[in-house]
């Protein structure tokens, strides 16, 4: 069963405490992307890879960090710099290098802080 | 400037009407654009993409792109309670996407 998931559904986070969302695809895709929906906002993206042990910063990176040791693996950690961490969080992967390939989602991380 | 633009609405519509749903984009450099359904608490997922100036049609739904205006829309044809949702717009460059805010749609029975 080809797709992308994310873990977990749900995660609360306390204040000074640092969190990693979990993302894993197995589409054999290359780029992977981490985005950010505040309610009633659009995707704002935080990081993006396009290849393994590459990535960089997308418009809101402040305050998360990431990883890409796999191909299949593109973690997100929430640090404690992050001081509105409230959100949904959306991980995606994307086909490299053809225009007409979209990105699929996952099913999404809702962060709620205590 | 916003990357991509859209009217974050509601846009109310009968059932079996037809629904317009607009986006302009600010780079001309823009290669492909797509379009995402997100029901509330849920990711999004493709409707149609299009790449090339003209109509794509695909059942109820076509897009329409007009590069020289940067201007991307989305028609849906007959539509139905289970199309009440909010629709992104986004903008592919060099595998990098633009989201618009998405417009919200309320379809009523």
């Known amino acids: 069963d080809g797709g992308i998931t994310q873990s977990p559904k749900y995660l609360f986070r306390k204040e000074g405490q640092n969190v990693t969302l979990s993302c894993e695809q197995n589409?054999?895709?290359?780029?992977m992307y981490w985005y950010r929906q505040d309610p009633g906002q659009g995707l704002r993206l935080i990081y993006y890879?396009?290849?393994?042990?590459?990535?960089q910063k997308g418009d809101i990176a402040e305050g998360y960090s990431v990883s890409r040791e796999k191909k299949e693996s593109f973690p997100l950690t929430v640090t404690s710099a992050q001081k509105n961490p409230t959100a949904f969080y959306l991980c995606?992967?994307?086909?490299?290098?053809?225009?007409?390939?979209?990105?699929?989602f996952g099913p999404g991380t809702r962060l709620l802080v205590l | 400037q916003k990357e991509v633009e859209q009217n974050s609405g509601p846009l109310s519509v009968p059932e079996g009407a037809i629904a317009s749903l607009n986006c302009t984009y600010s780079d001309r450099g823009s290669q492909s654009f797509f379009w995402y359904r997100q029901y509330s608490g849920k990711s999004p997922e493709l409707i149609m993409f299009i790449y090339s100036n003209g109509d794509k049609e695909d059942g109820r739904f076509t897009a329409q792109l007009n590069k020289a205006s940067q201007y991307v829309s989305l028609l849906i044809r007959d539509s139905q309670p289970s199309d009440s949702a909010t629709y992104l717009c986004a903008v592919k460059n060099f595998n990098k996407f633009y989201f618009g805010s998405g417009t919200k749609l309320n379809v009523k029975p």
């Open positions: 589409l054999n895709h290359d780029a």
């Open positions: 995606a992967s994307s086909p490299r290098g053809r225009e007409e390939e979209t990105q699929y």
């Open positions: 890879s396009q290849i393994v042990n590459d990535f």
